[in-house]
């Protein structure tokens, strides 16, 4: 048994856990345990002590608009341990109203002003109709060059709020089909160093597991251990090519595949 071990910092499960978000934690803990590396999740619920410094990787799903506003104070107060870590590279991914707690603001349907925690260069506004649907979107070069590239991203989101990214904010993907942040300028969630924010549920790892190892690798290299190797993922692309197929974009760069 590896002496290897990962804890998973998984944010607000009972609020925020839209369209099997959580799976996307499964995903991480599986994709490490296949790998010999034991992992380990810490869930955190409003008014929870947290041990940040344990924390290796951060996963915060979405939530209805009343979920969003039960958890952003509690969030806000968290921030100034947070940030921090994510500054020095603590990896997460944030799902949709996570995404949007991220940003600056989220000015909801009923006028309601959250602010989020103002990591991501975004803010986001609801209006009519909602967005919703399978989404493909090919993902954009990442600021430290990993070689995801190119390659497909497929999801599915449901989100009346529109995020628009700050100037110098960097997309994570290019919509191919669906709406993605907007709706309008074909972008699709964002990047900052090692912290996603996207509109795709789904879940969004088990079916995008080029994903799902950016975010172990990260985890794993700031642990200072060997990158993780590869793993069999017919049945991943699998899935991801039946996405694909579905919205009509057999031809693309799935890869891995
Ligand atoms: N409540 C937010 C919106 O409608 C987020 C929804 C979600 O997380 N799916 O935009």
Redesign the pocket.
Same mark, same amino acid.
């Given at each position: 048994m590896s002496s290897r071990c990962l804890t998973i910092g998984h944010l607000y499960p009972h609020h925020?856990n839209?369209?099997g978000d959580r799976g996307n934690v499964i995903t991480l803990v599986r994709r490490a345990e296949w790998r010999g590396i034991a992992a380990r999740v810490v869930e955190v619920e409003v008014g929870d002590r947290v041990s940040w410094a344990d924390l290796d990787l951060v996963f915060m799903? =979405? #939530?209805?608009?009343r979920?969003?506003e039960a958890v952003a104070d509690d969030f806000r107060a968290r921030a100034h341990d947070l940030i921090p870590l994510l500054d020095q590279g603590l990896p997460m991914l944030a799902?949709?109203?996570?995404?949007?707690l991220m940003g600056e603001y989220?000015l909801?349907?009923r006028g309601e002003r959250v602010p989020g925690v103002g990591y991501l260069p975004i803010y986001?506004v609801?209006a009519e109709p909602?967005l919703i649907g399978n989404v493909v979107a090919e993902l954009f070069p990442l600021p430290n060059g990993e070689a995801v590239w190119g390659r497909t991203v497929v999801g599915f989101?449901?989100? =009346? #709020?529109r995020t628009y990214l700050n100037a110098g904010g960097r997309p994570l993907a290019r919509v191919v089909t669906g709406h993605g942040n907007n709706g309008t300028d074909r972008t699709e969630g964002v990047i900052r160093g090692h912290v996603i924010g996207t509109?795709l549920?789904g879940s969004l790892l088990p079916k995008n597991p080029h994903l799902a190892d950016l975010l172990l690798g990260w985890a794993m290299r700031r642990r200072g251990w060997p990158v993780p190797e590869p793993l069999d993922d017919e049945l991943e692309w699998t899935a991801h090519r039946v996405m694909l197929a579905r919205e009509g974009k057999k031809g693309l760069a799935a890869r891995g595949s």
């Amino acid at each position: 048994m590896s002496s290897r071990c990962l804890t998973i910092g998984h944010l607000y499960p009972h609020h925020m856990n839209l369209y099997g978000d959580r799976g996307n934690v499964i995903t991480l803990v599986r994709r490490a345990e296949w790998r010999g590396i034991a992992a380990r999740v810490v869930e955190v619920e409003v008014g929870d002590r947290v041990s940040w410094a344990d924390l290796d990787l951060v996963f915060m799903g =979405g #939530g209805e608009d009343r979920d969003q506003e039960a958890v952003a104070d509690d969030f806000r107060a968290r921030a100034h341990d947070l940030i921090p870590l994510l500054d020095q590279g603590l990896p997460m991914l944030a799902i949709c109203g996570a995404y949007q707690l991220m940003g600056e603001y989220y000015l909801t349907a009923r006028g309601e002003r959250v602010p989020g925690v103002g990591y991501l260069p975004i803010y986001t506004v609801a209006a009519e109709p909602r967005l919703i649907g399978n989404v493909v979107a090919e993902l954009f070069p990442l600021p430290n060059g990993e070689a995801v590239w190119g390659r497909t991203v497929v999801g599915f989101e449901n989100h =009346g #709020g529109r995020t628009y990214l700050n100037a110098g904010g960097r997309p994570l993907a290019r919509v191919v089909t669906g709406h993605g942040n907007n709706g309008t300028d074909r972008t699709e969630g964002v990047i900052r160093g090692h912290v996603i924010g996207t509109y795709l549920h789904g879940s969004l790892l088990p079916k995008n597991p080029h994903l799902a190892d950016l975010l172990l690798g990260w985890a794993m290299r700031r642990r200072g251990w060997p990158v993780p190797e590869p793993l069999d993922d017919e049945l991943e692309w699998t899935a991801h090519r039946v996405m694909l197929a579905r919205e009509g974009k057999k031809g693309l760069a799935a890869r891995g595949s």
